[in-house]
C-alpha cells in the first residue's frame, strides 16, 4: 500500500483562483505532481499541490491514503472532496467516478 498523505489542509482553505491554477495545470495541462512539487516555493504550496492531487481519488481510497492532523475532520474534508469534484464535473472537468449529473453517494435512512 502507497504511503499516507498527511495534511492539515482541506480544499476550502485553498483560494479558489490557486484551487483552479492548480486544478488547470495537473488534470488540464497533464503536468505531473512530482513536476509541480519542485517548481513549488514553499511547503504550503507542495501542501496545496499534494491536496489538488488526490481530486481523482476515489472516496474509499481517499479514507485509506488520507492521515488528516485532526482526524474528527476527515467528513467535513471529505464532503469538500466529493463538492469540488462535482463542481469541476459541472464546468466540464469530470475526473474519475463523477459525472456532471452524478449525485454522489446515497445517503442512508
Known amino acids: 500500500m502507497a504511503d499516507k498523505v498527511?495534511?492539515?489542509k482541506c480544499y476550502c482553505d485553498i483560494p479558489r483562483?490557486?484551487?483552479a491554477q492548480l486544478v488547470q495545470q495537473h488534470y488540464i495541462q497533464h503536468v505531473p505532481?512530482?513536476?509541480m512539487m519542485r517548481c513549488a516555493k514553499s511547503d504550503g504550496e507542495r501542501e496545496d499541490i499534494a491536496v489538488v492531487?488526490?481530486?481523482d481519488v476515489p472516496r474509499e481510497e481517499l479514507v485509506k491514503l488520507l492521515t488528516l492532523e485532526n482526524p474528527a475532520k476527515?467528513?467535513?474534508w471529505l464532503e469538500c472532496h466529493k463538492y469540488i469534484r462535482q463542481q469541476?464535473?459541472?464546468?466540464?472537468l469530470c475526473l474519475k467516478g463523477v459525472t456532471?449529473?452524478?449525485p454522489g453517494p446515497a445517503q442512508s435512512t
Open 100 to 102: 456532471p449529473t452524478d
Open 6 to 8: 498527511h495534511t492539515n
Open 33 to 35: 505532481t512530482t513536476e
Open 53 to 55: 492531487a488526490l481530486l
Open 88 to 92: 469541476l464535473a459541472e464546468e466540464g
Open 74 to 76: 476527515m467528513p467535513h
Open 17 to 19: 483562483d490557486k484551487l
